[in-house]
């Protein structure tokens, strides 16, 4: 890599992210919006890149994620334990991310991980939870709700 | 259906406070703290806790319990086996066996002063912490399975550590019931390479100072002194453990309505402990557990070989041995009385400590007449503490005690409030050396984003849940 991709892997998340994250006196919180759900979907993974501070938008292996479920919430805890699991287990950061459908029982996507990275600048997270978990329409668009334990 | 102050320092939280609450909740509090417990949403979560089936006595907040995800932090909740009582893998938390483990020295502070920026930079060295995977002893499958199975035995197998340190740690380091081969591939993937590692967030190593004794008889057992040198240890399962919570979690939370058992949060999912699911959990709990214990004992190692190097004398000859090691986030089968009657329960402690009073036959003979050690740490920069549980946990709260100073500030205000690097200058000028692994995030665990520990442990000295031993300082600091 060199110096200009690594600035630009620097680079913070899109200025117009999606997401915001929530007070909470302990953990994390996301709530991200999206015009789809898997637009929402795809927030809430670069809120958790954000708090795990690996968001590094550089080439890397595009792992496909496929996942079952009983509910889109649920669809939601488990695809960002997914990327969580990807990230810890490949000691990779997150170059990219597109969820390409969400069903009521099943979601699909990919990330990109960038392997050999800068070390997360993050704190790190251990799991997304269920708690306050909330997946809604609203304004024509979507929103979802998740906490993180930190 | 306000909650009510019942007499000095418990609060109790009427049933209808949420709907479904089959018992009120307690809040172990002093006054001024308890206000915070109402504002950041922990006494919900008590109150939800109480919906709870099974659940016996009341839903119980110690005094450092504040908001966490589903259950509170601090909180501990009883369930009668034969009654349908459930277990809830929320109620033990993503970092299962997750602890605090004391270890004295033979060495007075005045003897270290010198040397106390060389040990902790080295110390730094030597303990991975932060993201990394690497730990002191990464494991092949035998290995794990050999951890899984037997907790601190295996590293003592291996020469890690002295024998007597397994009579020192909570269940003799081997957590009962553990079931190796319930733990998932996906769990043994993420904990192979980390045993020996702190991890992350408030995990820490420190080299403390003890300040001041308050219990002579107590500190004599311990082989605790004024002027002592000790060493604490937080830290847990690393992603072995946060990955079985997450498999059983979602287990639960599929297996939940079949059973028609229904909660007021996702994250309380639970299952009667009867269950099929419910018995799994607890075999992979245990196992996960018994990986929490032999990571603070590999550390442990480590630690003592950065001492005899930095010191020139072996660990022995500075006479670091382990005080006690014990979990604050477990859920356990124990025996209690309930109405006048030996019930077997399924206690969770998350975010709080056993304590068993003095006399309990579970304890180590050393420590039979003083009640179970329960160590206290602080946050950077305010004192930690040494605890025994007293008589009375028993009656008042399972057996249990505080597990820290609880977060009273989120971490993005805390932030604000100071600086990593402005809280680490501070810190140094207080001749606290610290060693972060990175220095930004310090200010999220900046003391003032913590209670007081002092009136937290004091609270639960008025409630005879424990009693203070010692108090201890912090003097080199290694955050995770």
């Given at each position: ?80 334990n997914e990327?969580l699991y990807l990230?810890e287990v ?61 | ?182 733990v998932s591939e996906r769990a043994r993937e993420r904990g192979a ?46 992603g072995l453990?946060h990955q079985v919570?997450t498999d059983?979690?979602r ?33 992979a ?196």
């Open positions: 890599m060199d110096a200009d991709q690594a600035s630009q892997g620097r680079s913070q998340l899109p200025r117009a992210a999606g997401f915001e994250l929530l007070e909470h006196t302990a953990d994390v919180g996301i709530r991200a919006r999206g015009p789809t759900l898997e637009a929402a979907f795809e927030q809430a993974t670069l809120g958790l890149a954000d708090v795990l501070g690996v968001w590094r938008p550089l080439p890397g292996e595009r792992v496909e994620i496929a996942l079952e479920g009983d509910d889109p919430g649920g669809l939601l805890v488990d695809w960002l990327v990230h490949r000691e990779a950061a997150l170059g990219g991310v597109q969820v390409q459908r969400v069903a009521d029982r099943r979601v699909d996507g990919w990330v990109v991980l960038v392997a050999g990275a800068e070390a997360p600048e993050g704190i790190s997270v251990k799991a997304a939870t269920w708690h306050h978990l909330r997946v809604a329409q609203e304004g024509g668009g979507w929103l979802v709700e998740v906490y993180l334990d930190v | 259906m306000e909650p009510r102050k019942r007499e000095p320092f418990v609060w109790e939280i009427p049933v209808g406070f949420v709907d479904g609450m089959r018992v009120p909740g307690v809040v172990f509090s002093a006054d001024e703290l308890f206000a915070k417990t109402l504002e950041d949403g922990a006494a919900v979560q008590v109150a939800n806790v109480a919906t709870l089936p099974g659940i016996v006595g009341a839903s119980l907040a110690m005094p450092d319990v504040h908001r966490g995800y589903g259950f509170p932090v601090g909180g501990v909740a009883a369930t009668d086996v034969a009654a349908g009582g459930v277990i809830s893998p929320g109620g033990v938390g993503f970092d299962i066996g997750c602890g605090v483990r004391l270890v004295r020295s033979d060495l007075a502070w005045e003897e270290l002063r010198p040397r106390l920026r060389q040990l902790t930079l080295a110390l730094a060295r030597r303990i991975p912490r932060g993201a990394g995977r690497q730990g002191l002893l990464p494991l092949d499958r035998g290995g794990l399975d050999a951890v899984l199975r037997e907790g601190v035995r295996f590293p003592l197998a291996q020469g890690l550590g002295f024998q007597e340190d397994a009579g020192a740690c909570e269940d003799a380091g081997t957590l009962p019931g553990a079931r190796p081969e319930l390479p980390q045993l020996g590692s702190l991890g992350g967030g408030n995990h820490f190593l420190e080299v403390q100072v003890v300040e001041e004794i308050r219990d002579q008889a107590g500190a004599e057992a311990m082989g605790v002194f004024a002027g002592q040198v000790c060493v604490m240890l937080h830290t847990g399962s690393r453990g919570c059983y979690v287990e639960f939370d599929r297996r939940m309505p079949a059973t028609g058992i229904r909660v007021p949060d996702r994250q309380l999912g639970c299952l009667p402990v009867g269950h099929e699911a419910a018995q799994r959990y607890l075999g709990m245990a196992a996960a557990g018994n990986f929490a214990l032999a990571n603070r004992q590999v550390l442990t190692d480590g630690l003592r070989g950065t001492f005899a190097e930095v010191l020139g004398r072996s660990a022995r000859e500075l006479g670091l041995r382990v005080v006690y090691d014990v979990s604050h986030n477990l859920a356990k089968l124990e025996e209690h009385q309930v109405d006048g009657a030996s019930r077997m329960l399924c206690v969770h402690r998350k975010g709080a400590t056993r304590a068993l009073g003095p006399g309990h036959p579970s304890l180590p003979d050393a420590y039979r007449a003083i009640g179970q050690p329960v160590t206290i740490p602080g946050s950077m920069g305010s004192g930690s503490y040494l605890l025994v549980g007293a008589a009375g946990s028993e009656a008042r709260s399972f057996g249990s005690t505080c597990h820290g100073a609880g977060r009273a500030m989120s971490r993005t205000r805390s932030k604000k409030v100071m600086s990593g690097r402005d809280l680490q200058r501070q810190l140094e000028r207080e001749g606290i050396v610290v060693a972060a692994s990175n220095v930004k995030l310090l200010g999220e665990e900046a003391p003032h984003a913590y209670k007081d520990p002092s009136v937290v442990v004091e609270t639960c000295e008025q409630v005879g849940l424990s009693r203070v031993v010692a108090r201890l300082r912090p003097a080199g600091v290694v955050k995770g």
